[in-house]
C-alpha cells in the first residue's frame, strides 16, 4: 500500500482545548460527553460555515476530551485564533461545564511514513488514522509537530481552572479589545473570554449562540457552588475572568 505524502507548515497557530475537568465529570453522567459532542460540533460548523476554504481553512485533531485546531497558514495576526478560541470557550460554557484553552504556534506534520509497514498495509480504504488487527483495530495518531507540544505545553504552565492562555509575546499581535492579564512568572497571558467580545462575526456564520456576559458569569458562579474546587481554580475565575463571588 502506497503511503500517504508527508507535509509540513511552520508557525501555524494552534489552538488546544478540551473539556475542563472531563475525568471528574464523566463518571457521574453524559454531561462531559454531551459537551464533548457540542464542542466537536461547534468546531465543525465553524471550519465548514466560516472558512471552509484555502488559505483560511482549518484543520482539526481529536485528542481524547479535546481538540487540537490549526490554520493552513502562518498568520501575523492572530486575532481569528483568539476569535475562534474565545467563541468555543463560551459555546461550551452553556451546556454546564467549562472548557480549557491554549494558544501556540508550531509545525505539524503527516508522520504515518515513519510508523510500521505492516501497520501501514493494514489500513484500509486509504484511511490512515485506522489499521486493522484481525477483527480488532488500531487507532493511529497521524500527525505530530511543535504546533501541539507548544500548545499543552502552555496549558501545563497556566495556572488552574477555565481559562484561555498564550504566550505573552503574543499580545502585540492581537486587538486590543481582547481583555487580557499576565499570569506572573510564566510569560504567558490568560484572556478574559467570558467578558471580551468577539472581533469577527464567526458565531452568526457558523449558527453558533452563546451566552451574554451576565449569564456566563452566573454560570461560573452556580458551577463552583456545586463542586468541590481547588482554591486556585476559584481564584483563577475571579482573578482573570473577571468574575467576583461576593
Same mark, same amino acid.
Given at each position: 500500500?502506497s503511503q500517504p +505524502?508527508e507535509?509540513s507548515?511552520?508557525?501555524?497557530? @494552534?489552538?488546544?482545548?478540551?473539556i475542563?475537568g472531563f =475525568?471528574?465529570?464523566?463518571p457521574d453522567?453524559n454531561?462531559? +460527553?454531551?459537551?464533548?459532542n457540542?464542542? /466537536?460540533q461547534a468546531?465543525?460548523?465553524?471550519?465548514?460555515?466560516?472558512?471552509p476554504?484555502?488559505?483560511d481553512r482549518?484543520?482539526?485533531?481529536?485528542l481524547g476530551?479535546?481538540?487540537?485546531? %490549526?490554520?493552513?497558514?502562518?498568520?501575523?495576526?492572530?486575532?481569528?485564533a483568539v476569535?475562534?478560541? $474565545?467563541? +468555543? /470557550?463560551?459555546f $461550551?460554557?452553556s451546556f454546564g %461545564?467549562?472548557?480549557r484553552?491554549?494558544i501556540?504556534?508550531g509545525?505539524l506534520?503527516g508522520i504515518?511514513?515513519c510508523y =510500521?509497514e505492516? %501497520?501501514m498495509?493494514?489500513c484500509?480504504?486509504g484511511?490512515?488514522?485506522t489499521?486493522s !488487527?484481525?477483527?480488532?483495530? !488500531?487507532?493511529?495518531?497521524p500527525? /505530530?509537530g511543535?504546533? #501541539?507540544?507548544?500548545?499543552?505545553g502552555i496549558?501545563k504552565?497556566s495556572?488552574?481552572g477555565?481559562?484561555? $492562555?498564550?504566550p505573552s509575546?503574543?499580545k502585540?499581535r492581537? =486587538?486590543?479589545s481582547f481583555l487580557?492579564?499576565?499570569?506572573p512568572g510564566n510569560?504567558i497571558?490568560?484572556?478574559d473570554?467570558?467578558?471580551?467580545? #468577539?472581533?469577527f462575526?464567526?458565531? @452568526?456564520?457558523?449558527l453558533?449562540?452563546?451566552?451574554?456576559?451576565?449569564?456566563?458569569?452566573?454560570?461560573?458562579r452556580?458551577y %463552583?457552588?456545586k463542586?468541590e474546587l481547588p482554591?486556585?481554580w476559584?481564584?483563577?475565575? =475571579?482573578?482573570?475572568?473577571?468574575?467576583?463571588?461576593a
Amino acid at each position: 500500500m502506497s503511503q500517504p +505524502l508527508e507535509m509540513s507548515m511552520d508557525d501555524r497557530w @494552534a489552538i488546544y482545548i478540551d473539556i475542563e475537568g472531563f =475525568s471528574a465529570l464523566y463518571p457521574d453522567g453524559n454531561n462531559a +460527553l454531551w459537551a464533548l459532542n457540542r464542542l /466537536m460540533q461547534a468546531i465543525h460548523k465553524i471550519g465548514k460555515n466560516v472558512f471552509p476554504e484555502p488559505p483560511d481553512r482549518l484543520f482539526a485533531h481529536q485528542l481524547g476530551d479535546g481538540f487540537l485546531i %490549526v490554520s493552513e497558514f502562518h498568520e501575523d495576526d492572530l486575532d481569528r485564533a483568539v476569535s475562534i478560541a $474565545t467563541l +468555543l /470557550m463560551k459555546f $461550551t460554557s452553556s451546556f454546564g %461545564v467549562f472548557a480549557r484553552g491554549t494558544i501556540a504556534e508550531g509545525g505539524l506534520s503527516g508522520i504515518t511514513g515513519c510508523y =510500521s509497514e505492516e %501497520v501501514m498495509d493494514d489500513c484500509q480504504d486509504g484511511n490512515w488514522s485506522t489499521s486493522s !488487527m484481525g477483527a480488532g483495530l !488500531m487507532t493511529i495518531f497521524p500527525v /505530530m509537530g511543535t504546533a #501541539l507540544i507548544n500548545a499543552v505545553g502552555i496549558d501545563k504552565r497556566s495556572p488552574k481552572g477555565p481559562l484561555l $492562555t498564550m504566550p505573552s509575546k503574543y499580545k502585540s499581535r492581537i =486587538s486590543e479589545s481582547f481583555l487580557t492579564k499576565d499570569v506572573p512568572g510564566n510569560e504567558i497571558i490568560s484572556l478574559d473570554w467570558v467578558h471580551t467580545e #468577539l472581533e469577527f462575526d464567526i458565531a @452568526a456564520k457558523a449558527l453558533l449562540e452563546y451566552p451574554s456576559p451576565d449569564n456566563l458569569e452566573d454560570f461560573v458562579r452556580n458551577y %463552583v457552588n456545586k463542586h468541590e474546587l481547588p482554591t486556585e481554580w476559584k481564584d483563577s475565575c =475571579s482573578l482573570y475572568l473577571g468574575v467576583n463571588y461576593a
